[in-house]
């Protein structure tokens, strides 16, 4: 499978990622060279082979469906970039 | 007694509790050692007067009587453990002057034990690297040097300032945290040892994730015994974190007896690699000679899916990546790009983004993005997922046939050149991990012990892994090999 540049800024956008038009040969290039060394696992037999969702078999523990946690707007807040009036602020979403 | 930053864990708290020294004492032979260690890059944030709190706080247990086990004892801490009120960047500048408002569990685990935090160590950012050269912070630089050669060289990564920070006396040890051998290749390339304990022994809380499936926290310490010493204090269970093991934490120091009489050691065949350096081969031969001398059996053994490990891991470590770093978007905390007019939210998510990581972890977030976009699920991030079954599956093989553990390399080959594989392709780094990669993809624990010197002067590692959750029988078996080793090579001062 190889990717082109077109690929490699589809692949980008969707990473969020904004990479200008003359750096896209080159990762393109090394999309590449990774997934050209990932390839070699088309040569691994996996028919019937599940796949794995957890290392260590476990039994997920759960708890009380009650709130223990909370109350901590200044310090939920206090790393933002820019936080006004006990919210997060971004640029403007909707028109 | 040699300089009290020289000394190891164990053999400080046995002074601290003789009375013959003081936290205070070494803390602050550590905090002199640290300030004229510049030029290792080592400790990225440092937090001399926290450090100096702390040690008074255990002086007075000390005094009452009340030490716990790591009472009084100086560490560093890498930069991917969120610590409480200090910068906690994993070596990214998209975490720039993040303070966090929480302690990491294994960081407060061991400052219940009493340890003293000295600062924060350099890393490759967001431990995505094996050279420590993709930090934010610059290179961390190896204190070992190639005989008179003055070329600096890696301390390995991505827990490059943890390794260099150990070999070079700064801190009696420090944390490191393993997603595909970043505790056990830099312990290997410093003469160090470091040990990733089995997947769920140490909880991820508060550590920036990486790859939540094979992320561990582990020590990197001085001899076995201090490792023994310091995984107890980090490990156990913890609410927070999901996939932290209920399991009780055994008396690691106490397994240490040194008698491995009756265990049963193997030696892959799929772990010798062509091209490897004559040098890695002898040693390994030793080391197996060392091991039978001891009294154990060794047997051969193959775990052939070995050559897929790496592949795998370029899926799955990626596109875990991709999910877990969407969370550094501009908004919450960390670095926001300067937008231009007419600029909405996605510009910001992009420019931020493209601002703040660096080039490798751009590159690992594109990938794990690509195996995981519609179309190419199956064939790559549900391949690499079944692969992994059957990589763990040759461990179980082996294991129920009676091994108790394996004896491979530690790495492919000495510490390199800072700067040396700048042009290599990417994946020419990632071979690094070839020996480390797999016991993260089956959650096992594994340790790398120093064992030998290359002809150039440089240290040389051996890995043993073992049975999940049996660290303390693979603590006594690295015990073991360290002993009959005896290593005791330090690197010349020239920093």
Sequence with gaps: ?95 | MSKLNELGLAEARDALRAGDTTAKELTEACLIAIEAAGALNAFVHKTPELAMERAAAADARLAQGDAPAMCGLPVGIKDLFCTKGVPSQAGSRILQGFLPEYESTVSQNLADSGAVMLGKLNMDEFAMGSSNETSVYGNAVNPWRRGNDVTPLTPGGSSGGSAAAVAADLCLAATGTDTGGSIRQPAAFTGTVGIKPTYGRCSRWGIVAFASSLDQAGPMTKSVRDAAIMLEAMSGHDPKDSTSADLPVPDFEAALTGDIRGKTIGIPKEYRMDGMPAEIETLWSEGIAMMKDAGAEIVDISLPHTKYALPAYYVIAPAEASSNLARYDGVRYGHRAKLDQGDGITEMYEKTRAEGFGHEVQRRVMIGTYVLSAGFYDAYYNRARKVRTLIKRDFETVFAQGIDAILTPATPSAAFGLGEMTDADPVAMYLNDVFTVTVNLAGLPGVAVPAGLDTKGLPLGLQLIGRPWQEADLLNAAYTLERAAGFVAKPAKWW
Excluded: H, Y
């Excluded at chain 1, 080159?26 to 290392?55: R, Y």
């Design chain 1, 1 to 95: 499978m190889s990717i082109d540049e077109s690929t490699a800024a589809r692949v980008a956008k969707l990473a969020r990622i904004k990479v200008e038009p003359e750096a896209l040969p080159a990762l393109a290039g090394e999309f590449n060279t990774i997934l050209g060394f990932i390839e070699q696992l088309n040569e691994v037999d996996i028919d019937g082979v599940e796949p794995m969702t957890s290392v260590t078999p476990q039994v997920l523990k759960k708890r009380a469906d009650v709130v223990t946690d909370g109350d901590q707007q200044a310090r939920v807040l206090s790393n933002a970039p820019d936080a006004r009036e006990g919210f997060f602020a971004v640029p403007k979403v909707v028109e």
